[in-house]
């Protein structure tokens, strides 16, 4: 099995890569999988240096999560935006 600073990399790596507008479903697999990191991070590690790095990436890992899920949703604001200006000036 990998171990858990490198699967925190792998899902910091992944959080980097999402782009401008990432897709709702894919932030939410991600926050799955980092939960599932912090648990096992939280349940196996002692107290120390390791810990303490892990908990870095951890946090690094939520603050991508808010960022992604942040642009995310003002792609969706700005689409309905869109959407709605549109109906509004459409003539019939």
């Keep these: 099995m990998r171990s858990l600073e490198d699967r925190f990399g792998d899902a910091i790596d992944e ?3 999402l782009g401008e507008q990432p897709s709702l479903a894919r932030i939410e697999e991600l926050l799955r999988q980092v939960d599932d990191l912090d ?10 240096a390791r810990r303490y790095e892990l908990t870095k990436r951890s946090r690094h890992s939520h603050a991508l999560l808010a960022a ?9 604001a700005i689409t309905d935006e869109w959407e ?8 019939y």
């Design 15 to 17: 959080l980097e890569q």
């Design 39 to 48: 648990y096992e991070l939280q349940t196996t590690t002692s107290l120390g």
């Design 68 to 76: 992604a899920r942040r642009r995310a949703e003002n792609a969706l």
């Design 84 to 91: 709605i200006q549109e109906t509004v000036d459409r003539r």
